[in-house]
Nanobody, 122 residues
């Protein structure tokens, strides 16, 4: 059975850092575009970062570029997200996901986890 399970997250003050991790099973990361999207209350899903299955390059959303970084261990089917200089606008539920292409990460992912809450507040 295919699944993705996130861990990490929590509450951090503005300017702080957090790490998220994701373990996948039942499928191979190398066969998909993989990454993270987030959803804040009342907002649509937003792509955070995606590693394309075509070129294995990471594509970051403008809102997180230079602050977030993704790592992947394809052999272990795991990936993570290191977030630094967090802002209150970064508060959301973060999901790891696998899709046929990065264009589908937020609207048509093949697999995704249940999400982990990231809260940014003083």
């Amino acid at each position: 059975q295919e699944q993705m399970v996130e861990s990490g997250g929590g509450l951090v003050q503005p300017g702080g850092s957090l790490r998220l991790s994701c373990a996948g099973s039942g499928f191979r990361f190398d066969d998909y575009s993989i990454g993270w999207f987030r959803q804040a209350p009342g907002k649509t899903r937003e792509a955070v970062v995606c590693i394309s299955s075509d070129d294995r390059l990471a594509y970051y959303g403008d809102a997180v570029k230079d602050r977030f970084s993704i790592w992947v261990d394809a052999a272990k089917n795991s990936l993570g997200l290191h977030m630094k200089d967090l802002k209150e606008d970064d508060a959301a539920v973060y999901y790891c996901a696998a899709a046929q292409s990065c264009h589908l990460l937020t609207t048509g992912a093949t697999f995704w986890g249940e999400g982990n809450q990231v809260a940014v507040s003083t």
